[in-house]
């Protein structure tokens, strides 16, 4: 059996859309939700900016997980920008996945900026799931640790 | 072939002919321009002219001439993803439709333990000549990788048709089917998998390069600032970095003509990369093949309100 790693913080990496989900993070913070201090909050001017290869960058650079946050279909701020996402993102966590990358390493969420309750929910079960499945030693880089 | 090529090469009609060039050994051919109409003589097509000829032509239609290009079957989706992205002018080419009754792997011959070739006979069976004595096997047994799940025999996109019986068949095998397998083992199994293939990967870039999808005049593997650009993989994080992101570039517009597996000297199958998002991009958004039609359809650079959310992922029958 794996023994865990009492002390394991995984380090997350969370883009937010400038739009919603960056203001959704802001709410939770001034609303006095509780989230994992492990997530990094990356600010995107839409979640359609995420290009696959930050994913792996941030993979490479140590991340034991990749969320990206978007505006709720329908509601992005560039009109469409979120479903290229939707789609893009989808068939790169499936080869992530297929590469043998576990699926629960990355993940889409859509979350508005009155959703602070909700950010705080995802980040929490997002970063409660990851310190389950421990470090991510598939896809880092050696060189990139200290 | 040789005949029509020469007819159009002399009357002007083309100024060059883009077809397989006979080498020094029987199984030797290589693509090639021919500009003069006694060079034809060195023309070759046989089974082993598994070439894609399509990616040729953007360096040719750079020139100022028109250009008679012999495509097969498959090589015919290639090209029309080439026009839909305007890589290529229509009004450049002649393109001449030949048939294919699927095109053979000289590494397979290889590894059954036929070496020395000196002379090959294609029938319904091969009848090899080796400087160790004859050989004789089935066609089947040596198709390329590409030719066991044929797109069909149907031409795409074309000025006229000659050559042989083209509603020959081959055997339609399941293009999924490895793909299949792979989704169905644990996440730790599929690691192993890839990591043990592409581990063997040398960065000889290859796969991009004879990609009829790969396009870009600049593209990001030669973009020193990318830290991606070309050179030896120096950890495991960038053959799987590399791979991912090749055939990330290429999804949606893959018509999976199986040039990069057919060219790897390392024998990775890169074409399972490229088959795993044509898979998804049909399961999730609708049957799709690239290079149907000269239409630009990607199904990246559309959507619907519909889409599925990527927990779909999840949530697949058969695999865990």
Redesign the interface.
Known sequence: MQVKDQNFKPLVVSFCCNWCSYAGADLAGSSRLEYPAEVKIIRIPCSCRVD??FV??AF?RGADGVIINGCH??DCHYT?GN??T??????????????????ER???EWVSAAEGARFAKVMNEFVGKLHEMGANK??????CKE | MRQKAHELLSSGAVGAVLAWEKGELPYDTSPAVFRDAEALDKMVYNGFCGSNLSKYLIEQGKQDEKVLVFLKPCDTYSLNQLLSENRVAREKLHIIGIGCKGKLDVEKLRTQGIKGITGIEENETLKIQTLYGDHELPREDVLLEKCLSCKGKDHKVYDELIGEDLSADTEQGDKYAKVAELEGQTPAERFAFWRGELSKCIRCNACRNTCPSCTCLKCVFDNAHSGVAAKVNATEFEENMFHIIRAFHVAGRCSDCGECSRVCPQGIPIHLLNRKFIKDISGFYGEFQAGETAELNSPLLCYDLEDAEPNIISKREGDN
Request: hydrophobic letters at 40%; proline letters at 5%.
């Open positions: 696959p290869l792996l960058r490479q279909p329908g469409s479903y290229f939707r789609r893009r993102m989808t068939l790169l966590f499936s080869m992530l996945d297929y590469l043998g990358i576990e699926r990355t993940r889409l598939r896809l880092g880089d050696i060189r």
